[in-house]
């Protein structure tokens, strides 16, 4: 099933809002896994630049913490790394041993970098993985709704990754907007509007969430 990812071809420019995720199929510490199967539910695939690296096994102990809260509202995670599937596992057991919690989700494994690739999250000529810190939000139909990247030294925040997806979830029912720093329960924004007379507020209209 590995060898399905070195069919994806390299995307002719960066991904963007609004484009379809590429899909793959590859080998991940949970079973052989294809993109397409998350459909019809939110995911969040995110990258990392290696195994057993300080940053990233405290992202997978966050992660593997929170994992219930992204399941409730109904968004399955799903990591990668250019390492071995055999690493990952050996990974895996280490966060287990070190933190006292399994990792609940799927981390994929991408030695040939052609998931990366496909992702734009390396470079056209890259030989390593040294810059791959991404996070893709993929709504259910496959859509890639919001993008982040952050550098090899500075993690990630898990708490903005779920707020991310409830303000997208909130914001595609269509009626509102969401805020700066917006949570469920919050106050929404209304559309745009054109100015009305003596509304001084057309541009900036809160309104309590229904």
Sequence with gaps: MFEAMNDIAPLPRPLRLGDPAPNFTARTTRGDVSLDQYRGRWLVFFSHPADFTPVCTSEFIALAHA????????????????????????????????????????????????????????????????????????????????????????GRSIEEMLRTVQALQRATKGDALTPAGWHPGDDVLLPPALPVDGEADWFHRLRPDA
Excluded at 100 to 111: A, H, K, M, N, Y
Aim: negative net charge; proline residues 7%; glycine residues 6%.
């Design 67 to 154: 994992a219930p809260a992204f399941e409730a509202i109904d968004c399955a995670l799903l990591g990668l790394s250019v390492d071995s599937l055999y690493s990952h596992v050996a990974w895996m057991r280490a966060i287990r041993e070190l933190a006292g919690i399994e990792v609940p989700f799927p981390v994929v494994e991408d030695p040939s970098m052609a998931v990366g690739h496909a992702y734009g999250m390396l470079d056209a000529d890259a030989t390593d993985s040294a810059a791959v810190r991404a996070t893709f939000f993929i709504d259910p139909e496959g859509v890639v709704r919001a993008i982040n990247w952050y550098p090899m030294n500075v």
